[in-house]
Nanobody, 129 residues
Framework: HVQLVESGGGSVQQGGSLNVSCTAS????????????MGWFRETPGKVREGVAM????????HYADSVKGRFTISQDKAKKTVYLQMDRLKPEDTAMYYC???????????????????WGQGTQVTVS
């Protein structure tokens, strides 16, 4: 079955950068990572899970939450089946558990709706002080 594994979280000072990655495995023919929506979400205690960014692995579109536009960049390495989230100019309010998610069935809901995604990673903590 499809699995997502995040890595690269950590602690950084305000204004710093982190790059988190999400590697997918378990795709069996005919299911592939091609033409799938891969999203990054973040969650903090007491707050609703927030969609941060999404990339369509077949190319465009790419989406970002307003709160991270201009600071975060989502990208992919198809050969490595990995999606990255480069986070620059980090702020304390970016502190959260970051989750990678995959819509492997082509759900038509908006990218920032977490119900769109049927596969989730275990999360990686990002702390900005």
């Amino acid at each position: 079955h499809v699995q997502l594994v995040e890595s690269g979280g950590g602690s950084v000072q305000q204004g710093g950068s982190l790059n988190v990655s999400c590697t997918a495995s378990g795709f069996t023919s005919p299911l592939t990572l091609e033409n799938k929506c891969m999203g990054w979400f973040r969650e903090t205690p007491g707050k609703v899970r927030e969609g941060v960014a999404m990339i369509y692995t077949g190319g465009r579109p790419i989406h970002y939450a307003d709160s991270v536009k201009g600071r975060f960049t989502i990208s992919q390495d198809k050969a490595k089946k990995t999606v990255y989230l480069q986070m620059d100019r980090l702020k304390p309010e970016d502190t959260a558990m970051y989750y990678c998610a995959c819509d492997s069935i082509g759900d038509g809901r908006i990218w920032s709706n977490d119900e769109k995604y049927n596969v989730w990673g275990q999360g990686t903590q990002v702390t900005v002080s």
